[in-house]
């Protein structure tokens, strides 16, 4: 019975049970006072090895050691792999978190779509940004012309502004003009209106006659839309022209016109107003100041 056993068998029965028993050895580092694998499994190896053994005992003892040394390097080269691994994509899903926060621009579906900026959730107001700088100059552009075309239509608008000759012998008279119109060509027409009644002053051109509103000597430059934006005021603080808004018929058309409802201008020529400026009311005149409006 016995002989029909191998004497192979019991070899390799005998290597499986020593390696069974090194694989059961503990493999904690704290349980041998900070040892690590290899060096456990070496002191197992000096204590199987203790006496007498036959040269192949000893080297099959031996490589059963370097092989386990073996398996346990292989298998903390692949934990620490696996670490390296899980801790590059913990870092890539971090990163990928915060570029969330990065600006976007919708298209035309609604979806978001990357750009180049800064993150919104953050005051970058003191940082160089071109795109910012691009919108507020196109915006002061749009809102510049907003307001130029407003001032075109101020300037086009109408006013009824009542005149006569200084010394009011004559009843006063009304002209409707244009804000834009400048006291240098009011004085022309109004000179056309009052000639029939002071033949005179045909000898005298626009530039000869000056004329006063509310007890200020207005300069032939300034158009009347300067006197109104800039509420030019008398020396008791009066405004110059005030002005009532009234609608009126015309050609089948309705439109508004400012009617001055206080100011009578008086029309003199300039030579008679330097010999009597020192007599009421002439003494109470003053110029406006045209470099306050030009």
Known sequence: MYKDIDINEIEKLKKDQEMMSLKRAPTNMKERFGQSNKDFLEDEFKQKTVGLVTREEFKRKRENIDNLV??????????ETKRKLELKQKRKEEYQKKTTLLSFDLDEAGSPQKGYGKNGQVDTTYLPDMNRERKIEEMTKQLAEQYQKEVESQKDSLIDIQFQYWDASTCSKSLRIKKKMTILEFLEMARREIIRDFGFLTEFSPEDLIIVANGMILPHKLSFYDLI????????????????????????????VEVEKSTTCKIIEKFRYEKIKHIYPCSKWENVEINKYL
């Open 70 to 79: 073996m398996q346990d390097m292989k298998q903390k080269q692949e934990e």
């Open 229 to 256: 934006a800039h509420k030019v005021k008398n020396r008791s603080g009066t405004l110059i022209f005030s002005f009532d808004r009234r609608k009126v018929q015309a050609k089948g058309q309705e439109y508004e």
